[in-house]
């Protein structure tokens, strides 16, 4: 899995690069310019499943990363991003703090002037946990409303793990993130 992560990773540069220089020889069109920027905010990440009974068991934590919005159509953008994300709660009683290099590959659709929702899966390498017998990847699914305020992105999503969290119990990740991002171009 982390081989895909990788590979994700360098498409997403490649799609950088590509419409980097794809702004620099293009005339802009209006609704079509490709954007890249940076992002920021936090989330709060808590543990779905059976028998999760720690409803205060959430664990609040920060991401950070970048993205890519690539113009299909005057209502639709493709935008893949690279994030680090740290995700978690309690189960039992126990503390799961799971840090993720993530790739969502999201379809930003829109729907009244600045706002779209945003739907695709994502996915996600662990790089950091504090539990045993940990799965060293997620896939999950993300939806959410963004308002794209020309250079200004500002969004809310929910995404819902569909992989286990760990090998011996059916647990999985569902978190709540909430993003303000930053377009260079």
């Known amino acids: 899995m982390k081989k895909i992560i990788l590979s994700l990773g360098c ?8 419409s980097s220089a794809r702004a620099d020889d293009a005339a802009p069109v209006p609704g079509f310019s490709p954007k890249l920027g940076v992002e920021g905010g936090f989330d709060l990440a808590n543990l779905n499943g059976q028998n999760v009974n720690d409803v205060i068991g959430s664990r609040l934590g920060w991401v950070v990363g970048g993205f890519v919005g690539l113009p299909l159509g005057p209502a639709l953008t493709f935008q893949p ?60 699914l993300v939806g959410g409303v963004q308002v794209d305020l020309d250079r200004l992105l500002v969004s809310g999503r929910y995404e819902v793990g569909l ?16 993003l303000v991002g930053l377009s260079f171009i």
């Open 11 to 18: 498409l997403f540069l490649l799609a950088v690069s590509v």
């Open 81 to 140: 991003e690279i994030l680090y994300e740290q995700k978690g709660g309690k189960y039992n009683g126990n503390s799961y703090q799971l840090d993720y290099v993530e790739v969502p590959l999201l379809l930003d659709v829109s729907l009244l002037g600045p706002i779209g929702i945003l739907l695709g899966p994502s996915f996600d390498a662990t790089v950091a946990n504090n539990v045993s017998n940990t799965n060293n990847s997620d896939i999950g």
């Open 163 to 178: 992989t286990n969290v760990n090998s011996n119990q059916q647990i999985q990740n569902g978190t709540f993130i909430f």
